[in-house]
Nanobody, 124 residues
């Protein structure tokens, strides 16, 4: 089992940048595919991106490609979401999650462990 905790959310102006972090407990962090999801008010939880166990592969939803970057540091049990060129439509609660899938996981149902979420608000 792994426990996840996100941090780094906040208020940012359109066009700005923000980096979210997700720390994990336990010694098996490197065995999980790590993903980021987001949920805006009144909307369903949406896949943002994921990173493979060794960082060899990353996947992103189309709306964030070229703006968001996922990375991980297995030595620090941490996964990051670097967000650039933020738009008001990026406003949401952002969640990190851990999956036992081998390379990638894009569906929420493929993730067994979730953090509590961190709010990101993009507004002038």
């Amino acid at each position: 089992q792994v426990q996840l905790a996100e941090s780094g959310g906040g208020l940012v102006q359109p066009g700005g940048s923000l980096t979210l972090s997700c720390g994990a407990s336990g010694r098996t962090f490197s065995t999980y595919v790590m993903g980021w999801f987001r949920q805006a008010p009144g909307k369903e939880r949406e896949f943002v991106g994921c990173i493979s166990r060794s960082s060899s592969s990353t996947y992103y939803t189309d709306s964030v490609k070229g703006r968001f970057t996922i990375s991980r540091d297995n030595a620090k049990n941490t996964v990051y979401l670097q967000m650039n060129s933020l738009k008001p439509e990026d406003t949401a609660v952002y969640y990190c999650a851990a999956s036992t899938r081998v390379v990638s996981a894009i569906r929420a149902s493929e993730y067994a462990y979730w953090g509590q979420g961190t709010q990101v608000t993009v507004s002038s």
